[in-house]
C-alpha cells in the first residue's frame, strides 16, 4: 500500500506559468519530503517540512503542509524548461521505512 | 559532498541466472535504501538497511535479498532472475535523522 500519494498523475504548464502538485499521505508523519526525478537520473530532494510546519520556501519553490487534512501541495512559480521532471512526495514516520508516491509528470513546454 | 555509487550502470542477465547489484555510499549514513522503478510507476521499496549487518523487507521483497556487510556497502541480490525483474533500481543513502534520502544514478537491468 502506498502511504503517500500525488494526486494528479500529469501536469503540462508553459514556461513562466505557476503549477502546484498536491500529495495525500495516510499515516502520522514527522515530516514530509519533495522530490524531482530528471530524465535518466535518481530523485533529489527539493524541501523538508516538518509536522510542525506549515510553509516552507526554497527559491521559487514553496510546500505547504495541512497536517489535520493529510495532505501536502508543492508549488512553483515563474516555471522553466528545466523544471520538467517527475515530482514525488515521501513521507517520513517513526519507522525507518521510507515509501513514495507514484509521482506526478510536470511538462514545461517553451 | 554526499556520494552514493552503483555499479553496474547497465546489466544484461539470463532468465534463471544470479545477479548482484551493488551500492557503495560516501556519506557515513546508516540506513541503506534499495528501490525499483518500472515505467508508469514511482520508486518502490524493495529491502533497506539500519546499518552493518541490518536488512529489512520493503513492500516487494520477493525474489530478492540484500546484504548490508558494512557501513559503506549494501548489495541486491536476485538469486534467479526472471524477465519480470527487468526494471530500473536505484540504491539510496539516508541519515536516519532527517531521512534526507541521497540516490546513486541508477542501475538499469534487463533479464532475457
Known amino acids: 500500500s502506498q502511504l503517500a500519494e500525488e494526486n494528479s498523475w500529469a501536469l503540462s504548464v508553459h514556461e513562466g506559468e505557476s503549477v502546484t502538485v498536491n500529495c495525500s499521505y495516510k499515516?502520522?508523519?514527522?515530516?514530509l519530503q519533495w522530490y524531482r526525478q530528471k530524465s535518466g537520473k535518481g530523485p533529489a530532494q527539493l524541501i523538508l517540512?516538518?509536522?510542525?510546519?506549515r510553509e516552507k520556501r526554497n527559491g521559487r519553490l514553496r510546500a505547504t503542509l495541512d497536517t489535520s487534512s493529510q495532505s501536502s501541495s508543492l508549488s512553483i512559480t515563474a516555471t522553466r524548461c528545466e523544471d520538467t521532471a517527475v515530482y514525488f512526495c515521501?513521507?517520513?514516520?517513526?519507522?525507518?521505512?521510507?515509501?513514495f508516491g507514484d509521482g506526478t509528470v510536470l511538462t514545461v513546454k517553451p | 559532498e554526499a556520494a552514493v555509487t552503483q555499479s553496474p550502470r547497465n546489466k544484461v542477465a539470463v532468465t534463471g541466472g544470479k545477479v548482484t547489484l551493488s551500492c557503495n555510499q560516501t556519506?557515513?549514513?546508516?540506513?541503506m535504501y534499495w528501490y525499483r522503478q518500472d515505467t508508469g510507476h514511482g520508486l518502490r521499496l524493495i529491502h533497506y538497511?539500519?546499518?552493518?549487518?541490518?536488512?529489512e523487507k520493503g513492500d516487494i521483497p520477493d525474489g530478492y535479498k540484500a546484504s548490508r556487510p558494512s557501513q559503506e556497502n549494501f548489495s541486491l541480490i536476485l538469486e534467479l532472475a526472471t524477465p519480470s525483474q527487468t526494471s530500473v533500481y536505484f540504491c539510496?543513502?539516508?541519515?536516519?535523522?532527517?531521512?534526507?534520502?541521497?540516490f546513486g544514478a541508477g542501475t538499469r537491468l534487463s533479464v532475457l
Open positions: 539510496a543513502s539516508g541519515d536516519g535523522v532527517q531521512n534526507t534520502l541521497y
Open positions: 499515516t502520522s508523519i514527522t515530516a
Open positions: 517540512i516538518r509536522s510542525n510546519e
Open positions: 515521501l513521507n517520513n514516520t517513526n519507522t525507518g521505512k521510507l515509501t
Open positions: 556519506n557515513n549514513h546508516n540506513n
Open positions: 538497511s539500519y546499518g552493518a549487518g541490518s536488512t
